[in-house]
């Protein structure tokens, strides 16, 4: 079930526990709908399913971020396809300052290798709370993982299966290391479920919703790292890629992305800085205001919403506090300009 469906079904129906309560003929007469999800043998399926995967979670301390819980990316929830559940190792905060994806070929050269490398070196130097999200696949995924955890920056691998199993096999170590170096391992995969090949391309939106931004380091004309592309646009996210030189295969789809001005050209941390308009640690600056600012009703509402979520897009916004883009956007202008609210790419905003 998407989040899009969960949070129209909840509209209609009070709570999840009625979902799975309610007899079929008055699921039925709720929701309008006589799809597979409301038949009572297709529910009690998934309680029993459920109570299974339960006795994995509770004996390997698996975190549970449910899509009304706090702990679930905020980000993901501009998403229509996201899941209503993430499964997660580790104690990295899924919804910090600065999460950038890096993507890219399994076959990674050795020059986009120290790419990798250099990108999260500089972001590290330069901004503070930021995470790196990638796959954790051969090539550049785990060249982006490595990279973090050599320049102790909290990273996140997103898996194509549940939490029982890493695959590849061959970077169970660097799974091991990012959980205990402070970052995570999420899914939305249950242990129960097998391993498709649609899964890894699935995991994607994940990779992508949870980002600020995606950089493909580098791809050939087709591959999964333009994939992730492609839904990080659709999620209204940014997309850099570093180009390389003409006829070498694993820049084709870097320079085509660019090309086709579907991601910003860049050759290191500090174009990244920029075109987000992150501040660095040196430009941080503590906001010159009053003891006790006087804001208006309006105005405490949009700082108290963003104060809980750390982020938020203009539409969030609009659905929370119930007011009018139009007159919900003059109070965000009025605070930035105080210095309280930062404006941030792709309509989104965050206290300063």
């Avoid at 079929?24 to 995967?53: F, P, V």
């Amino acid at each position: 079930m998407t989040l899009d469906l969960a949070q129209k079904l909840l509209e209609v129906i009070p709570s999840e526990k009625d979902f799975f309560s309610l007899s079929e003929k008055e699921l039925i007469h709720i929701t309008g709908s006589h799809a597979k999800m409301c038949g009572n043998a297709y529910r009690r399926s998934l309680l029993e399913r459920a109570e299974r995967e339960m006795d994995f979670i509770r004996d390997k301390h698996i975190g549970l971020h449910y899509f009304t819980d706090d702990s679930y990316p905020k980000r993901m929830l501009e998403a229509i396809d996201a899941p209503l559940l993430l499964y997660s190792s580790g104690s990295c905060n899924l919804n910090e300052g600065h999460m950038v994806s890096i993507v890219g070929t399994r076959h990674a050269t050795q020059y986009g290798i120290r790419v990798c490398e250099d990108i999260v070196k500089g972001l590290n130097e330069k901004l503070q709370q930021v995470v790196v999200i990638s796959g954790l696949a051969y090539g550049i995924d785990i060249a982006a993982h490595r990279a973090a955890l050599k320049y102790n920056v909290p990273t996140v691998a997103v898996l194509a299966q549940g939490l029982n199993k890493i695959y590849p096999s061959t970077h169970r170590n660097d799974a091991v290391n990012i959980v205990r170096k402070g970052g995570a391992i999420v899914t939305d995969y249950q242990s129960q479920d097998r391993i498709y090949k649609g899964n890894f391309l699935a995991r994607n939106r994940i990779i992508a919703a949870m980002s600020d931004c995606t950089i493909v380091v580098e791809s050939a004309d087709k591959g999964g790292a333009l994939v992730t592309a492609s839904l990080a646009q659709s999620y209204n996210r940014d997309v850099f890629a570093i180009p390389g030189r003409v006829g070498d295969e694993f820049s084709q789809g870097c320079n085509r992305l660019i090309g086709s001005h579907r991601a910003q050209a860049i050759t290191g941390a500090d174009d990244i800085i920029d075109a987000m308009r992150w501040e660095t640690v040196n430009q941080a600056t503590p906001v010159q205001g009053t003891l006790f600012p006087d804001f208006s009703k309006e105005e405490q509402a949009v700082i108290d919403t963003l104060r809980n979520a750390g982020e938020m897009h203009i539409n969030s916004l609009t659905n929370i506090l119930q007011q009018p883009v139009y007159k919900l956007m003059s109070i965000l202008v009025e605070l930035d300009c105080k210095g309280y609210v930062i404006t941030l790419p792709g309509s989104r905003y965050t206290l300063r």
